[in-house]
């Protein structure tokens, strides 16, 4: 059975985009996703994979989630539905859920695990992270930086 985990940065505010962009920009970040998710499935949506400065990401599969027929980049699998794409993952040790909005609301659902980068401050945005349920999460490590903490969460059994 594949982990499944969400990744995201998200603000105090739970802002997690705006304007098709994220309203930050931590290098630290960027390298613990890159680290987290290489060699591994990651699962996004059509605006997520758009907005994404280098596409597809390397060394790893990149499945896109749209209903647009014409929507067929190269080096893309399509799926229709986020079950459908983890269908087509499980026999991966872990599959990344990397966004936006709607797929982490049906992503977080069925997450084994959370790697959260929580931002200091609230942030203007369009794009929010669902708001966690505290009582289906237990925090299993944090480590504060300046700015920012990383924290993981795992599902209570």
Not at 62 to 85: C, G, H, W, Y
């Amino acid at each position: 059975m594949s982990e499944i985990i969400v990744i995201v940065a998200v603000s105090e505010n739970n802002v997690i985009g705006k304007n098709g962009k994220i309203p930050w920009h931590i290098e630290e970040d960027l390298q613990r996703f890159k680290k987290l998710t290489m060699n591994h499935p990651v699962i996004m949506g059509r605006k997520t994979f758009e907005s994404l400065p280098v596409k597809p990401l390397k060394n790893r599969i990149n499945i896109v989630l749209t209903r647009q027929k014409d929507f067929k980049p190269d080096s893309v699998i399509i799926k229709e539905s986020l079950e459908d794409a983890i269908n087509y993952c499980k026999d991966q040790e872990k599959i990344f859920i990397i966004g936006g909005q709607s797929v982490y609301e049906e992503g977080i659902k069925i997450a084994d695990t959370l790697e959260l980068t929580k931002v200091k401050g609230n942030y203007d945005g369009d794009a929010f992270f669902p708001q966690l349920e505290s009582n289906q999460w237990s925090l299993v490590n944090r480590q504060d930086r300046n700015g920012y903490s990383f924290l993981t969460y795992k599902r209570r059994k």
